[in-house]
């Protein structure tokens, strides 16, 4: 998986699991918020049907009140009241039915056929002496009962749950009742259910929408910037490519230079030297007589402005050698320790194990960046001591450089283009050379730079 491949996985992927996350929360609150709605309003809908039961009922004895409360108990006034009742049925589940106290039938508009029958022993499926139940609780004061009933509605006979409401008509013996069946409330129910559930879905459509085009928006986001930083990377590549390239022909034209100086310092200044010598043996040589001095002072002369050329010439060449190529990596540090510490900062220097042969450049680049390290503790870190050690291993040398100053923040260092540079110069010049620079840095340990260059 590349670069750009994982950018958008860990930048998408928390999204869509956090949306997912919210989607199953509201699902579960939904579903929980559904079943708490059923467990509220299934009551409440019985009881509002148990009041249309009972003002049904009250409605039906309003609708015979001028009979019943006449006092009249002859057989004109029953029928004419049991007409009355009959006719109150809306042609579907909805009726009033008439028992006599004794079980017989007296009105029911869907048996007819049945009316007259006495009912008293009549068994549910269940085994219930129903008519039975029905007078008890119309007898004592009147009530609800639960039980099975045709439905006549579905052109079915078999029995479904049914509630029905009974009194007793005073005076005239009669149990008078209607019913709903229960089956119409788990419909409504199921109705009040189906919504809900619909409700969800679309809720769910909803999420998944948003998360569908926030995850395309991110993506195409993060796609666009991701393209522009690989452009930029891509420059920055190249950019160093060619200051690598760049680097490595001011290091050839060096080397080349350091030739012609190493001729110069190796061959023309031991010519100088065996002509100052000479001039000194030949002035030796001359007869010491009254007048000789004032003959060899010419050559004298000439012997002294000699030394002072070698001298000039020893200084020119020193200056063109970064570090003399002739002494050890290990001296020369020494030496710039001890040439760079301070009262406030004094600088150690240690070596450990056996350093192989280096070439030049890598004992410069190592001299170097041993120098910039140290000039910076003194001026920016604020450190009571440092420390330098050169070690030897099997495959590489390496260097380490301690101080218990301030640190610095590396990610503000390396995000900052202004700043770093000695850093940047150090790792630059030690890649040229095969080498790398390790850098830590906090405010409670100082700063520890660790470069390594392995052997060639």
């Known amino acids: 998986m590349n670069l750009r491949q994982?950018?958008?996985?860990?930048?998408?992927?928390?999204?869509?699991?956090?949306?997912?996350?919210?989607?199953?929360?509201?699902?579960?609150?939904?579903?929980?918020?559904?079943?708490?709605?059923?467990?509220?309003?299934?009551?409440?809908?019985?009881?509002?049907?148990?009041?249309?039961?009972?003002?049904?009922?009250?409605?039906?004895?309003?609708?015979?009140?001028?009979?019943?409360?006449?006092?009249?108990?002859?057989?004109?006034?029953?029928?004419?009241?049991?007409?009355?009742?009959?006719?109150?049925?809306?042609?579907?589940?909805?009726?009033?039915?008439?028992?006599?106290?004794?079980?017989?039938?007296?009105?029911?508009?869907?048996?007819?056929?049945s009316v007259g029958e006495n009912m008293w022993n009549f068994q549910d499926p269940a085994g219930k002496f129903l008519i039975q139940d029905l007078i008890r609780i119309a007898r004592s004061g009147g009530g609800f009962e639960d039980y099975v009933w045709p439905k006549y509605s579905t052109g079915s006979l078999d029995p479904k749950p049914k509630r029905a409401y009974v009194i007793e008509v005073p005076n005239w013996g009669w149990m008078l009742g209607t019913g709903v069946y229960v089956d119409d409330i788990d419909n409504a129910l199921s109705e009040i259910d189906s919504r809900v559930s619909r409700n969800i879905e679309d809720t769910m459509l909803w999420i998944a929408g948003i998360a569908f085009l926030a995850t395309v928006v991110i993506f195409l986001g993060l796609l666009r910037n991701i393209r522009e930083r690989t452009v930029l990377d891509d420059r920055l590549s190249e950019a160093n490519s060619n200051l690598a390239a760049l680097t490595q022909r001011l290091i050839d034209a060096r080397a080349e230079e350091e030739k012609r100086i190493k001729y110069v310092h190796g061959g023309i200044q031991s010519m100088l030297t065996a002509i100052k010598v000479n001039i000194e043996a030949g002035v030796r040589a001359l007869p010491q007589t009254p007048g000789s001095e004032k003959e060899s002072a010419p050559f004298s002369s000439a012997a002294k402005q000699l030394g002072g050329v070698l001298g000039d010439l020893r200084k020119i060449v020193k200056g063109i050698f970064i570090i003399d190529p002739n002494l050890p990596l290990s001296d020369q540090l020494n030496k710039l320790t001890l040439d760079m510490s301070t009262v406030a900062t004094p600088i150690e220097f240690n070596t450990v194990g056996e350093i192989e042969y280096l070439p030049l450049e890598v004992k410069e680049t190592l001299f170097m960046s041993a120098k910039t390290a140290l000039e910076n503790i003194i001026k920016h870190a604020g450190a009571s001591r440092a420390s330098v050690l050169l070690e030897g291993t099997a495959s590489c040398v390496k260097m380490e450089i301690r101080d218990n100053g301030k640190g610095f923040d590396l990610r503000l260092v390396y995000s900052n283009p202004n700043s770093g540079i000695g850093l940047?110069?150090?790792?630059?010049?030690?890649?040229?050379?095969?080498?790398?620079?390790?850098?830590?840095s906090s405010p409670s340990d100082g700063t520890r730079l660790v470069a390594t260059v392995p052997y060639p």
Request: aromatic share 6%; with cysteine; charged share 25%.
């Open 6 to 113: 994982k950018i958008i996985l860990f930048a998408v992927l928390p999204m869509v699991l956090a949306l997912c996350a919210i989607a199953l929360t509201v699902r579960h609150h939904a579903i929980s918020l559904s079943q708490q709605q059923r467990e509220v309003i299934k009551p409440a809908y019985l009881a509002m049907k148990d009041a249309e039961l009972k003002n049904y009922v009250e409605f039906a004895m309003r609708a015979i009140s001028h009979l019943h409360e006449s006092g009249r108990t002859d057989a004109e006034a029953w029928e004419e009241a049991k007409a009355i009742l009959e006719k109150m049925d809306d042609g579907k589940d909805s009726y009033l039915f008439l028992y006599g106290l004794d079980g017989t039938l007296l009105v029911h508009p869907k048996q007819r056929e």
């Open 424 to 440: 940047r110069s150090m790792k630059e010049d030690l890649k040229v050379v095969g080498g790398k620079l390790a850098v830590t």
